[in-house]
């Protein structure tokens, strides 16, 4: 279980999310928004963020440590090795969330990091070139927007590489999550980090 604590400094209700939830609060108040670099890193942001898709992220944050565990720390040489009996195994696995595409394009995008190093480029630059020159932080929930110019950029560019189920909407839920844009909303403590 990942050791991160909330901030006790925080008080929850000027949070701009988090809830009542201690996990959530730590994954607010100690990583979302701050900045995530390294090809393995990212991977397992963009995997997760894949996996959340149509679902709540609390539900794959709760889960996030066993998804690290049967997913090997998220190392795209092993995921990328995986087998169509490493998909059934982990198609058993209640301790994530057993979504066969999502599985598979899992394993798919792993081939799609190795192939990209391979060519010698890095899942890092890819990503970070696409960090907006400006952004205007939200004011209010109405203000947050599930996608951007660089997020179908991103998206766009992830595709041409192979890579599979990472729309605009998730690239711009990873741009948010590792640090890209810090869209903390006006007023919660953690917006001026």
């Known amino acids: 279980m990942d050791k991160t604590l909330p901030d006790p400094t925080i008080d929850p209700v000027v ?3 988090g ?4 996990l959530y609060q730590a994954y607010h108040d100690n990583e979302w928004g701050v900045p995530v670099h ?4 990212l991977f397992e942001r963009l995997s997760l963020e894949a996996f959340s898709s149509g679902l709540s992220w609390f539900i794959v944050l709760r889960k996030r440590d066993h998804f690290r565990e049967v997913f090997h720390g998220f190392d795209p040489g092993v995921v990328g090795s995986f087998t169509e009996s490493d998909v059934d195994r982990l198609m058993q696995d209640a301790g994530i969330v057993r979504n066969r595409p999502k599985i598979e394009a899992t394993i798919s995008n792993a081939q799609a990091v190795l192939a990209l190093q391979a060519s010698g480029g890095s899942l ?3 990503i970070w070139d696409h960090q907006p020159a400006q952004h205007q932080r ?3 929930f109405a203000d947050y927007q599930s996608k951007t110019p660089e997020s ?3 998206a766009k560019a992830l ?3 192979g890579f599979r189920w990472l729309g605009p909407t998730t690239c711009y839920a990873t741009m948010q999550a590792c640090g890209l844009v810090n869209d903390h909303m006006v007023g919660c403590p953690r917006a001026a980090v």
């Not at 809830?19 to 201690?22: F, L, N, V």
């Not at 390294?38 to 890193?41: L, R």
């Open 19 to 22: 809830g009542d939830s201690p």
């Open 15 to 17: 949070r701009c999310f």
């Open 159 to 161: 595709k041409k590489l």
């Open 38 to 41: 390294g090809d393995t890193e």
């Open 138 to 140: 939200p004011r209010s």
């Open 152 to 154: 179908i950029a991103l």
């Open 124 to 126: 890092d630059q890819l």
